[in-house]
T-cell receptor, first 112, second 114 residues
Framework: GENVEQHPSTLSVQEGDSAVIKCTYS??????FPWYKQELGKGPQLIID?????GEKKDQRIAVTLNKTAKHFSLHITETQPEDSAVYFC???????????FGRGTSLIVHP | DSGVTQTPKHLITATGQRVTLRCSPR?????VYWYQQSLDQGLQFLIQ???????AKGNILERFSAQQFPDLHSELNLSSLELGDSALYFC?????????????FGPGTRLLVL
């Protein structure tokens, strides 16, 4: 089955800095990569996703890049704000799967 | 607010007991997913239902069972509880349950087994 590794487990940045979270996956058949943000006391919420037919996708201050050859993908957050503080999860799934495999999560702390 | 509701928010019980967690999906969503989140295992998929029928099964223990009712709400039953079952249990829903469809998560039920 699929295995998703996520790093770092904790990331501390100053407000206004950029943050990068990296994930690797094992199944070369995986072709869908969603990212979730989980705030304290809430369930995970989808913030951006990317499919294997594109290498990069942006949504305002958030971007995701995908390197299929190396089997890794990354989340980039620019101009971080305190409200970006949360746990971020990457996930991967292959075409026929209804269920993504999640990484272990990265706790992002943005200091004012 | 995702539109998915879960009750109760917190549950404290003893080992060997049985509990039922309830989930109401977003209006119009036909598919429901159950996940377990613990510190050492991360977010683990348990089971998916689509319009009342089981569609996919993950790492769900035999002591656990679920069902989806005609009004599309779902219940997760956990029996013979052990200390290691303490975790956050999330329900998610999606429209048609097709592969790689966006899932919308509820706020979760925090279960503590003493």
């Amino acid at each position: 089955g699929e295995n998703v590794e996520q790093h770092p487990s904790t990331l501390s940045v100053q407000e206004g800095d950029s943050a990068v979270i990296k994930c690797t996956y094992s199944d070369s058949a995986s072709n869908y990569f969603p990212w979730y943000k989980q705030e304290l006391g809430k369930g995970p919420q989808l913030i951006i996703d990317i499919r294997s037919n594109v290498g990069e996708k942006k949504d305002q201050r958030i971007a995701v890049t995908l390197n299929k050859t190396a089997k890794h993908f990354s989340l980039h957050i620019t101009e971080t704000q305190p409200e970006d503080s949360a746990v971020y999860f990457c996930a991967a799934s292959e075409g026929g799967s209804y269920i993504p495999t999640f990484g272990r999560g990265t706790s992002l702390i943005v200091h004012p | 607010d995702s539109g998915v509701t879960q009750t109760p928010k917190h549950l404290i019980t003893a080992t060997g007991q049985r509990v039922t967690l309830r989930c109401s999906p977003r209006s119009g969503d036909l598919s429901v997913y159950w996940y377990q989140q613990s510190l050492d295992q991360g977010l683990q998929f348990l089971i998916q239902y689509y319009n009342g029928e089981e569609r996919a099964k993950g790492n769900i223990l035999e002591r656990f069972s679920a069902q989806q009712f005609p009004d599309l709400h779902s219940e997760l039953n956990l029996s013979s509880l052990e200390l290691g079952d303490s975790a956050l249990y999330f329900c998610a829903s999606s429209g048609s349950g097709r592969a790689q469809e966006t899932q919308y998560f509820g706020p979760g039920t925090r279960l503590l087994v003493l």
